[in-house]
Nanobody
């Protein structure tokens, strides 16, 4: 059984930073990532990491501002978000998969069977 528990969301002004964490239970999680959903919009993949090799993937709108990392010893996923913008507002979800998604699009939501409950991020202008 895989369980994902997010923490670290909150409200910040534009230009600020937040650090999201995801505590994961379960082994052999080859891919982990973060998705977000803004009100009235589809969920979108924000960042993902191949936990074995450390390769990271980002959607274009967050490149250079967000950093995804994983502490394998603690089985924790982290998303460091800098220079936040109002359009980053949304519910952020931690996701995981035991399959190798390198050739199938790690930022495609339909592939991930495991999802956390989400943590809210609000960025004001």
């Amino acid at each position: 059984q895989v369980q994902l528990v997010e923490s670290g969301g909150g409200s910040v002004q534009a230009g600020g930073s937040l650090r999201l964490s995801c505590a994961a239970s379960g082994d052999r999680l080859l891919f982990m990532g973060w998705f977000r959903q803004a009100p009235g919009k589809e969920r979108e993949g924000v960042a993902a990491i191949y936990t074995v090799g450390g390769t990271t993937y980002y959607t274009d709108s967050v490149k250079g501002r967000f950093t995804i990392s994983r502490d394998n010893a603690k089985n924790t996923l982290v998303l460091l978000m800098n220079n936040l913008k109002p359009e980053d507002t949304g519910m952020y979800y931690c996701v995981a998969d035991r399959r190798d998604l390198r050739f199938f699009g790690p930022l495609q939501k339909n592939y991930y069977p495991y999802w956390g409950q989400g943590t809210q991020v609000t960025v004001s202008s």
